[in-house]
């Protein structure tokens, strides 16, 4: 019988969201508890995690109710260190490959995507970055991708890394959310559906096709909380 996992997320948060799509990949059993990040329950930081951070797993420990966790379960964080997590504890899930040459390519696509898209995104989104560095750190993580399948061919913790990013972005683009000048999401929207970027395109079908992914994605949702957030004024 394996431990037990209660999996504390926030709907909004890409990196919530990794270990969500870990643990739909793997099929693994879990509890999902909803964490408002306006409003963090009193308990979270002391009973889970100090850095009041999502996600973060309660792994074993006695059955107790998700909003009282017990200091006999292992409290892990950190989304990358939880996919890879899920993936050792769950081996027939297959999200890490079993040739080491395709675990190092995933590792290196993963730490493409931390360094380079992800910050890219955020200073864009926020107002912060240019679209040309946007458009560039995209091009360095499609660049790695093989002419088919995933990130690394077989579906994998890379692609569990990017996609929640990814998702966001396009809708935030499409959407024309967030503090770069009005329209610029859009352009970035519209030049992402160019035959430039048809290798993207493709990648995203794909990855937004599976089963994990419309289980913990809600874009109405994502919607609503970026027309907040970026609300120009």
């Not at 209660?6 to 099929?27: D, F």
């Not at 929640?164 to 329209?183: H, I, M, S, V, W």
Request: some cysteine; aromatic content about 12%; overall charge neutral.
């Amino acid at each position: 019988m394996p431990e037990s996992i209660t999996l504390y997320t926030a709907k909004i948060c890409p990196y919530a969201q990794r270990v969500e799509l870990a643990l739909e990949e793997a099929k693994a059993p879990y509890t999902k508890f909803q964490i408002n990040l306006q409003n963090k329950p009193d308990w979270y930081a002391p009973l889970v995690n100090p850095a009041s951070k999502v996600p973060a797993i309660a792994y074993g420990g006695p059955a107790v109710a998700a909003d009282q966790p017990s200091p006999k379960s292992t409290k892990l964080t950190e989304s990358l260190v939880l996919i890879e997590f899920v993936a050792d504890s769950f081996p027939d899930g297959h999200l890490l490959p079993a040739d080491p040459v395709l675990r190092a390519k995933a590792r290196f696509f993963i730490d493409v995507v931390s360094t380079k898209f992800v910050p890219a995104w955020s200073a864009f989104v926020s107002g912060k970055g240019t679209a040309d560095a946007f458009v560039s750190a995209t091009e360095q993580v499609t660049a790695l991708l093989p002419e088919t399948g995933f990130a690394v061919g077989e579906y994998s913790t890379a692609d569990i890394a990017v996609t929640p990013f990814l998702a966001r972005a396009l809708t935030a683009l499409k959407n024309d959310l967030g503090l770069y000048p009005a329209g610029e999401g859009k352009k970035l929207y519209d030049l992402f559906h160019t035959p430039r970027f048809e290798r993207l395109q493709k990648y995203w079908r794909d990855v937004s096709s599976r089963p994990s992914f419309k289980a913990t994605f809600d874009e109405a949702y994502i919607v609503e909380k970026y027309s907040a957030r970026f609300a120009r004024q």
